[in-house]
């Protein structure tokens, strides 16, 4: 693929994450928005190359924070910094782990798991630092960190396993 076509792919790719972004603050579906917004950054990912991703995701970020006023304490912000497009690097190093083996399906899910801890951690204490008393008063109705840590791990390899089979396809359609 040549340089010129690498950068367009870039560039559609961020202009519509952005989108996507800034679109969580306004909808209801935030998550499935920001999950599409992963998809572009992963999408870039494989057809570009991973420092093309990187970009992605850093444009997409300055494009929603400049054009749309989407502040960098806004929770699409937040989220999109430290779980979603995160997780696209890390679904694109780990794409060749197929849910369809066992063994590749459980390192798979630990990787997941200790990906899911590390980004719940990051926004739990960033967080704790926007909100101060707010978060650990939410946390304990939950049933304190370790509960909401359980179930952030849950969702995210149950997120991944989605993922994993939409981005299978829509790259297979991208050919």
Do not use: H
């Not at 010129?4 to 792919?9: L, V």
């Not at 920001?34 to 992963?42: D, G, H, T, V």
């Not at 989407?70 to 989220?79: D, E």
């Not at 694109?92 to 849910?99: A, H, W």
């Amino acid at each position: 693929m040549s340089k010129t076509r690498k950068i367009t792919y870039t560039a559609v790719g961020a202009a519509i994450s952005a989108v996507f972004v800034c679109l969580t603050n306004f909808g209801w579906l935030k998550v499935s928005l920001l999950m599409a917004a992963a998809l572009c950054y992963y999408i870039v990912c494989v057809k570009c190359g991973v420092l093309y991703g990187i970009a992605d995701i850093a444009v997409s970020l300055l494009v929603a924070f400049f054009a749309f006023g989407v502040t960098p304490l806004s929770s699409a912000f937040l989220l999109t910094a430290f779980v979603f497009a995160p997780f696209a690097i890390v679904s694109y190093c780990i794409r060749k782990l197929y849910y369809t083996r066992v063994a590749t399906a459980f390192l798979r899910v630990g990787i997941m798991a200790a990906f899911a801890n590390l980004s719940l951690c990051a926004v739990w204490f960033t967080a704790k630092w926007i909100f101060e008393g707010l978060v650990t008063d939410m946390a304990a109705k939950v049933g304190g960190y370790a509960v909401l840590a359980m179930l952030f791990t849950l969702f995210m390899c149950v997120f991944d396993l989605l993922f994993n089979q939409l981005s299978i396809r829509i790259v297979k359609m991208l050919k």
